[in-house]
T-cell receptor
Framework: DGGITQSPKYLFRKEGQNVTLSCEQN?????MYWYRQDPGQGLRLIYY???????QKGDIAEGYSVSREKKESFPLTVTSAQKNPTAFYLC????????????FGDGTRLSIL | GQQLNQSPQSMFIQEGEDVSMNCTSS?????WLWYKQDPGEGPVLLIA?????ELTSNGRLTAQFGITRKDSFLNISASIPSDVGIYFC?????????????FGQGTTLQVKP
């Protein structure tokens, strides 16, 4: 079945450590997005990519980095510069055209050890 | 970044009751989307709206794109226990040339059997 897959489901980070969250889609969608979700809040955009080898910062990009080397993959690295990384991270993708809805993965919950 | 004003923040209702929630924006939107999120999972698209005044149903769910293009509402009729979750509205600016969405802060729905 076509879909968008995030891994791992749960991730723990030590102080000073970088961690990478995986997002893979087989929907052949051009655009991919990373969001952060904190309790009681809506989704906040971290980074997005509209095409391979190109990406833009969202509203809360500081302390995060991404790459888009392949159409189907958009990994997110939470760096040691992100001082409050504990959150639920959601990846999404959307097809060609600005009005296409976004489809979400099942998220990765990141916690600090 | 801007967020939509979504209300109410939470609702606790009896099974069988109807539910109504809405989102407002100070800017004109050209797309309104409604998502549902179950605990520990990613949001799932319920209804997408693309034209002012558009009224769309999906089973017991009905959503409308406001005439002013600055608001949208979602109604759930005859609620059942599996309706429990967080409902998010999301919109796209009329001037946007990307697939970026703005999200409301969510309405948490609890249904008492």
């Amino acid at each position: 079945d076509g879909g968008i897959t995030q891994s791992p489901k749960y991730l723990f980070r030590k102080e000073g450590q970088n961690v990478t969250l995986s997002c893979e889609q087989n929907l052949n969608h051009d655009a991919m997005y990373w969001y952060r979700q904190d309790p009681g809040q809506g989704l906040r955009l971290i980074y997005y990519s509209q095409i391979v080898n190109d990406f833009q910062k969202g509203d809360i990009a500081e302390g995060y980095s991404v790459s888009r080397e392949k159409k189907e993959s958009f990994p997110l690295t939470v760096t040691s510069a992100q001082k409050n990384p504990t959150a639920f991270y959601l990846c999404a993708c959307s097809g060609q055209g600005v009005n296409q809805p976004q489809h979400f993965g099942d998220g990765t919950r990141l916690s600090i050890l | 970044g801007q967020q939509l004003n979504q209300s109410p923040q939470s609702m606790f209702i009896q099974e069988g009751e109807d539910v109504s929630m809405n989102c407002t924006s100070s800017s004109i939107f050209n797309t309104w989307l409604w998502y549902k999120q179950d605990p520990g999972e990613g949001p799932v698209l319920l209804i997408a709206l693309y034209k002012a005044g558009e009224l769309t149903s999906n089973g017991r769910l009905t959503a409308q794109f406001g005439i002013t293009r600055k608001d949208s509402f979602l109604n759930i009729s005859a609620s059942i226990p599996s309706d429990v979750g967080i409902y998010f509205c999301a919109g796209r600016y009329g001037s946007s040339n990307t697939g970026k969405l703005i999200f409301g802060q969510g309405t948490t729905l609890q249904v008492k059997p």
